[in-house]
């Protein structure tokens, strides 16, 4: 375990994980991940979370550690995922004195997932209730739908803790030393982003918190300029982008589009635009899903495959639906020998979507780029300005 140092009477008892390859059954995590897990001590003990099945064992030993043959009287849940969740039974055989802290909707998943007796042990919470360790009083604030209905976060207020569920979560060991934003971008927008009605309205409660510390369910602590952190999540549930700047994301088989939208990209950067290149094929669809919320315009370029659009193509579209992807500019480029309908499809799955302009003209390239397509393209690079 990476020790990671809250204060005196607040312990990280979280677990790493190097060995997971897919986060959900679908997310590389090359850097890790984390379950993180707390325990305050107090004259009443409260564990905050569990941990997830593959993190068991050394949970248990991080929590004895920390505990000292003290028993714990609260386990609080925040979360029924299961990689927060998956210990709450063990944990409350392990602890039977312990007694179990969630809401309405929480209790409905516990009988869902175990068989679990909790007769004379439950403690239901609701918005704005409170409960006294002793020094340390915890308050509890509902957060529906982000991203389960059963969620919620608590705030501590003698340290002015914010212990936010999955929300500021991100991908990466405690270690992990890249720029916090993009595997939090990654995490949120990919697991959390379909659902910024219900973050807006979460972070309005939290704006009357006094918070000086946020700990979340994946990934580090934050206890610095907490103003930029909460600022990236306003920007992400608002779907605005971050970068005025162009994303030109594309599908080719044989290389005909890819050279077209290299060529539509280079055509942009001449014009004074900021321009990123992605190939979906070759680059995951979570990584492709975090550069189209980055900026605030995309051009899509694709091969027409069986009367429809490359695969890929689709599975990145259908991603950027599934999480209300909105607010955009787009210009479409398509490619077909014989019939081309990749311009048709992906518009349909655009005009789908809320508030996104397609511009025109869409370019069509029969088999590869010539003077009249490229003449085209340039066409479209002024329209997307």
């Given at each position: 375990?990476?020790?990671?140092?809250?204060?005196?009477?607040?312990?990280?008892?979280?677990?790493?994980?190097?060995?997971?390859?897919?986060?959900?059954?679908?997310?590389p995590?090359?850097?890790?991940?984390?379950?993180?897990?707390?325990?305050?001590?107090?004259?009443k003990?409260?564990?905050?979370?569990?941990?997830?099945?593959?993190?068991?064992?050394?949970?248990?030993?991080?929590?004895k550690?920390?505990?000292?043959?003290?028993?714990?009287?609260?386990?609080?849940?925040?979360?029924?995922?299961?990689?927060?969740?998956?210990?709450?039974?063990?944990?409350a055989?392990?602890?039977?004195?312990?007694?179990?802290?969630?809401?309405?909707?929480?209790?409905?998943?516990?009988?869902?997932?175990?068989?679990?007796?909790?007769?004379?042990r439950?403690?239901?919470?609701?918005?704005?209730?409170?409960?006294?360790?002793?020094?340390?009083?915890?308050q509890?604030?509902?957060?529906?739908?982000?991203?389960?209905?059963?969620?919620?976060?608590?705030?501590?207020?003698?340290?002015?803790?914010?212990?936010?569920?999955?929300?500021?979560?991100?991908?990466?060991?405690?270690s992990?030393?890249?720029?916090?934003?993009?595997?939090?971008?990654?995490?949120?927008?990919?697991?959390?982003?379909?659902?910024?009605?219900?973050?807006?309205?979460?972070?309005?409660?939290?704006?009357?918190?006094?918070?000086?510390?946020?700990?979340?369910?994946?990934?580090?602590?934050?206890?610095?300029?907490?103003?930029?952190?909460?600022?990236?999540?306003?920007?992400?549930?608002?779907?605005?982008?971050?970068?005025?700047?162009?994303?030109?994301?594309?599908?080719?088989i044989?290389?005909?589009?890819?050279?077209?939208?290299?060529?539509?990209?280079?055509?942009?950067?001449?014009?004074?635009?900021?321009t990123?290149?992605?190939?979906?094929?070759?680059?995951?669809?979570?990584?492709?899903?975090?550069?189209?919320?980055?900026?605030?315009?995309v051009?899509?370029?694709?091969?027409?495959?069986?009367?429809?659009?490359?695969?890929?193509?689709?599975?990145?579209?259908?991603?950027?639906?599934?999480?209300?992807?909105?607010?955009?500019?787009?210009?479409?480029?398509?490619?077909?020998?014989?019939?081309?309908?990749?311009?048709?499809?992906?518009?349909?799955?655009?005009?789908?979507?809320?508030?996104?302009?397609?511009?025109?003209?869409?370019?069509?390239?029969?088999?590869?780029?010539?003077?009249?397509?490229?003449?085209?393209?340039?066409?479209?690079?002024a329209?997307?300005r």
């Amino acid at each position: 375990m990476s020790k990671m140092w809250i204060s005196d009477s607040v312990r990280y008892i979280g677990v790493e994980d190097t060995t997971l390859d897919l986060f959900e059954s679908q997310y590389p995590v090359p850097n890790g991940v984390t379950y993180n897990s707390y325990v305050i001590l107090d004259e009443k003990v409260v564990v905050m979370d569990t941990v997830d099945e593959r993190a068991t064992e050394q949970w248990f030993d991080n929590l004895k550690a920390e505990l000292a043959g003290r028993p714990v009287d609260y386990l609080v849940v925040s979360h029924m995922e299961p990689d927060h969740a998956a210990n709450i039974k063990r944990f409350a055989e392990m602890y039977p004195e312990a007694k179990i802290v969630g809401n309405v909707k929480t209790f409905g998943m516990i009988g869902q997932f175990f068989d679990l007796d909790l007769a004379g042990r439950q403690v239901t919470v609701k918005e704005g209730d409170t409960l006294s360790l002793g020094s340390h009083t915890l308050q509890f604030v509902m957060a529906p739908m982000v991203h389960w209905p059963e969620v919620m976060v608590t705030y501590e207020s003698s340290e002015k803790i914010l212990f936010s569920a999955d929300g500021f979560g991100r991908f990466g060991m405690l270690s992990y030393d890249g720029e916090w934003t993009d595997e939090a971008a990654r995490y949120y927008l990919n697991i959390v982003g379909k659902y910024g009605v219900q973050v807006q309205a979460l972070l309005k409660k939290a704006s009357a918190l006094d918070i000086a510390m946020i700990c979340p369910l994946h990934g580090a602590v934050l206890k610095d300029n907490l103003g930029y952190y909460i600022g990236l999540y306003q920007t992400w549930s608002s779907y605005a982008a971050e970068k005025h700047g162009v994303l030109v994301a594309y599908a080719s088989i044989h290389g005909h589009t890819a050279a077209a939208a290299k060529e539509m990209a280079q055509m942009l950067t001449e014009a004074g635009e900021e321009t990123e290149i992605v190939d979906l094929s070759r680059t995951d669809v979570s990584d492709a899903v975090r550069k189209a919320f980055y900026y605030d315009r995309v051009v899509l370029a694709c091969a027409t495959y069986d009367g429809g659009i490359f695969p890929c193509m689709e599975e990145f579209l259908s991603h950027l639906k599934s999480k209300n992807y909105q607010k955009r500019k787009f210009g479409l480029i398509e490619n077909g020998s014989w019939a081309p309908m990749a311009a048709k499809i992906m518009r349909q799955t655009l005009e789908s979507m809320k508030e996104i302009e397609i511009v025109e003209p869409v370019v069509t390239i029969r088999s590869a780029m010539n003077a009249a397509s490229a003449a085209k393209m340039q066409e479209l690079v002024a329209a997307m300005r």
